[in-house]
T-cell receptor, first 118, second 107 residues
Framework: QVQLQESGPGLVKPSETLSLTCTVS????????WTWIRQSPDKGLEWIGYFYHNGNTQYNPSLRSRATMSLDTSKTQFSLKLTSVTAADTAVYYC????????????WGQGTLATVSS | DIQMTQSPSPLSASVGDRVIITCQASQDIGNYLNWYQQKPGKAPKLLIYDASNLKTGVPSRFSGSGSGTDFTLTISSLQPEDIATYYC?????????FGPGSKVDMK
């Protein structure tokens, strides 16, 4: 049974970098697209981007210049860094597994709240 | 970006009612449309992929249909555990986008 678990600081100061990690247990990294999605009352569900194990990445253009994703296969973790954060980046951040051929998010982490505030 | 709209929200229904939620895309997305269910404080769960394919383990009272720009999610007989918010999501174009959600509550 594949499980995903997000981790990261709950509070980040404006203009700093938000760093989140997703630990994958019970499954393989291959053949799937590892995804970050966030949810806020203002914007609803927003796809941030995905990372494929061969290095192929796609980002939401609205975040591309600030978001970087990476994969650590040895630790079965993937991460998200979001630079120059503002209050608008306050959200629950989810990591999710994307099937690939069908771009559906079939397994999600429980989500982690990241608040941007001084 | 492809804009997704949903209706109605909120939707009040009784146990046993047939519930229909619609999702409309701002352009033709073929059948590249997925549906999710989210309960308060929980992550969304995939219900239907490619507009009409039920994910394994999802109750058969859920069904999806449509193609192009207009899609529906149907709950044939609403159960108390179906109280949730439902989202559609397109993957025809980057960036993938979600609808605003349709909240279903009990009348």
């Amino acid at each position: 049974q594949v499980q995903l678990q997000e981790s990261g600081p709950g509070l980040v100061k404006p203009s700093e970098t938000l760093s989140l990690t997703c630990t994958v247990s019970g499954g393989s990294f291959s053949s799937y697209y590892w995804t970050w999605i966030r949810q806020s009352p203002d914007k609803g569900l927003e796809w941030i981007g995905y990372f494929y194990h061969n290095g192929n990445t796609q980002y939401n253009p609205s975040l591309r210049s600030r978001a970087t994703m990476s994969l650590d296969t040895s630790k079965t973790q993937f991460s998200l860094k979001l630079t120059s954060v503002t209050a608008a980046d306050t959200a629950v951040y989810y990591c999710a597994r994307c099937l690939g051929v069908i771009m559906a998010f079939d397994i999600w982490g429980q989500g982690t709240l990241a608040t941007v505030s001084s | 970006d492809i804009q997704m709209t949903q209706s109605p929200s909120p939707l009040s229904a009784s146990v046993g009612d047939r519930v229909i939620i619609t999702c409309q895309a701002s352009q033709d997305i073929g059948n590249y449309l997925n549906w999710y269910q989210q309960k308060p404080g929980k992550a969304p769960k995939l219900l239907i992929y490619d507009a009409s394919n039920l994910k394994t383990g999802v109750p058969s009272r859920f069904s999806g249909s449509g193609s192009g720009t207009d899609f529906t999610l149907t709950i044939s007989s609403l159960q108390p555990e179906d109280i949730a918010t439902y989202y559609c999501q397109q993957y025809d174009n980057f960036p993938f986008t979600f609808g605003p959600g349709s909240k279903v509550d009990m009348k």
